[in-house]
C-alpha cells in the first residue's frame, strides 16, 4: 500500500487551519473510558444466601450475631460442598478464615437483624483446615476475552462495556475454571479487540498468551437485541474456546426493560461459567495442542574423538553450562511488596536459574515473574515442588502457588453451635 505524504501533510495542515488539530491530535486509543479492575482475584470460596433472624440488645449488637451465626452456617455448608462435612470450626478459628461478607438484603431494627448474606473464606486457610487441596480441582489459567454485539457494533476492551464490567463483578471462588480477567487499561485494548478472535496464527495467540501466563483463551460473546427505547432486552449468550473460536454452548435470557441489564449479564455470566465448567469436567475444554511452543530441532551430535585418545576431564560440563538458558513466565499470588521480594529471592535460589525478575507486578492480585532457566522446564517443575509449592500449568508457562498449610488441631474446650 502506498501513501502520499504531501497529501497527508497538506490534510493535517488542513486540519489545523479549521481549528480541529492545532497541536492536539490524540491517537486514537485516547479519550475513551475503559478498564475495570476485578474485585476478586484472590480466589476465596463463597457461600451465598445465607439467611439469619437475630435479635439482640441493640441494633448493632444483633448485627454482629447475625454475622457470626452467617459464618457457621457458612462453614458448614463449604464442608459439605467440599465433601467434608461435619468438620467443625470455633467461632475464633472461623474469624481467621472469613475474609469477608457480602450483604444481599438486610433489613435492620432497634433490636433485630433480618438478612440474607454472603461468606467468603480464605482459600488456602479453609482448605487447610477442612484437609483438602486447595487448587487441584482448577484449571490451568484462561484468558477471558469478553466479546459484546450491540446494534451492530462489536467491542471487547476498545471501551468499557456493560458486558466487560459483569465479568469484573463475577467472583470465580467457587469455580473449577482459573480465570484471567484482564483490566482492560495498558496495551490491552491493541493487543484484545474484537478483530483479534479472527485471527488463527498460532505465533501470535502465543505471544498474547505469554504476556498474560495464560494456557487458553475463552471467549464469552453476548449478542444484545433492545426492541424499543427503554423497553425488553434480549440477550443470546455464547461459550466460545479457542484460537479457533469453537462453540461450546448457548444460552438466550430476556429481561422486560434496559434498567434490568446488569441483572440480565450477570445471570448469563453465572450461566456461561456453569458451561465452561461441564466443558471442563467432560474433557471438551482443554488446552490446545497448537499453542504449545513448537519443539526444539535436535542437533546431531559429532564424535570428533580420536581412538586412544583420552577426553578432557569437566570439558563436557563447561560447554553445558555455557547455554543461554530458556525463558519461563511464573504466574504467582503478590499480595503484599514483600510477598514478591520473597518469590524473587526464592525463584533466584534454585540451581539453574539464570535470572528471575517481575515483569508485570499486581499488587493484591496475580503477577508475572520472567525466569531464564538453564534446563528442561520439568526440572524446573520439580525443583519448585520440591520447596513446597503447587505448581500448573505446561511447557514454558507455569502457575506456583504457596501450599496449603497443614490443619491445627481444633481446641476441644469450644463448642459450635447453630443459629
Not at 13 to 39: D, F, H, K, S, T
Not at 70 to 77: D, E, L, M, P, S
Not at 237 to 247: T, V
Request: hydrophobic share 40%; net charge neutral; charged share 20%.
Amino acid at each position: 500500500m502506498r501513501l502520499r505524504l504531501p497529501s497527508i501533510i497538506f490534510g493535517l495542515a488542513a486540519l489545523a487551519g479549521l481549528g480541529v488539530g492545532g497541536g492536539a491530535v490524540l491517537a486514537q486509543i485516547e479519550g475513551q473510558p475503559r478498564g475495570v479492575a476485578p474485585i476478586d482475584s484472590g480466589g476465596a470460596y463463597e457461600v451465598t444466601g445465607v439467611s439469619v433472624d437475630v435479635a439482640g440488645k441493640t441494633a448493632e449488637a444483633a448485627r454482629l450475631g447475625g454475622w457470626r451465626i452467617a459464618q457457621r452456617k457458612a462453614w458448614a455448608v463449604l464442608a459439605q460442598r467440599l465433601g467434608r462435612g461435619g468438620v467443625g470450626a470455633s467461632d475464633g478459628l472461623l474469624d481467621s478464615l472469613v475474609s469477608g461478607i457480602v450483604v444481599e438484603n438486610e433489613q435492620i431494627g432497634p433490636n433485630r437483624y433480618v438478612a440474607r448474606l454472603g461468606v467468603l473464606f480464605d482459600r488456602v486457610r479453609a482448605a487447610g483446615v477442612l484437609g483438602v487441596s486447595a487448587y487441584a480441582d482448577r484449571s490451568p489459567p484462561m484468558l477471558v476475552m469478553p466479546l459484546q454485539i450491540s446494534g451492530g457494533v462489536s467491542q471487547m476492551f476498545e471501551a468499557r462495556t456493560p458486558w466487560q464490567q459483569a465479568w469484573a463483578r463475577f467472583r470465580t471462588g467457587n469455580s473449577s475454571i482459573d480465570y484471567i480477567r484482564p483490566s482492560g487499561t495498558g496495551t490491552d485494548p491493541l493487543l484484545l479487540n474484537a478483530g483479534q478472535i479472527g485471527r488463527r496464527s498460532r505465533g501470535w495467540w502465543r505471544t498474547i498468551l505469554d504476556q498474560y501466563g495464560a494456557s487458553d483463551i475463552l471467549i464469552p460473546v453476548v449478542r444484545l437485541y433492545r426492541q424499543w427505547p427503554g423497553g425488553p432486552v434480549i440477550g443470546v449468550f455464547e461459550a466460545r474456546h479457542g484460537p479457533d473460536n469453537a462453540l461450546i454452548g448457548t444460552v438466550t435470557l430476556r429481561v422486560g426493560s434496559t434498567d434490568s441489564i446488569n441483572q440480565l449479564l450477570d445471570t448469563g455470566v453465572g450461566r456461561l461459567d456453569g458451561m465452561y465448567q461441564r466443558a471442563l469436567a467432560s474433557g471438551t475444554l482443554h488446552p490446545d495442542a497448537t499453542l504449545n511452543p513448537p519443539p526444539k530441532p535436535e542437533e546431531a551430535v559429532i564424535d570428533d574423538t580420536t581412538p586412544g585418545e583420552e577426553p578432557i576431564t569437566g570439558l563436557d560440563s563447561a560447554i553445558a553450562s555455557t547455554g543461554a538458558g530458556i525463558a519461563v513466565t511464573l504466574q504467582y499470588d503478590a499480595p503484599s511488596a514483600s510477598a514478591v521480594a520473597n518469590a524473587e529471592s526464592l525463584i533466584r535460589s534454585i540451581p539453574g536459574v539464570v535470572r528471575a525478575g517481575t515483569t508485570s507486578l499486581a499488587l493484591g492480585g496475580v503477577s508475572l515473574m520472567a525466569v531464564t532457566y538453564d534446563g528442561d522446564p520439568e526440572q524446573l517443575r520439580r525443583a519448585l515442588e520440591q520447596r513446597g509449592l503447587q505448581v500448573s500449568g505446561s511447557g514454558t508457562t507455569l502457575r506456583i502457588r504457596r501450599a496449603a498449610p497443614q490443619p491445627a488441631p481444633a481446641p476441644q474446650s469450644d463448642n459450635v453451635t447453630t443459629g
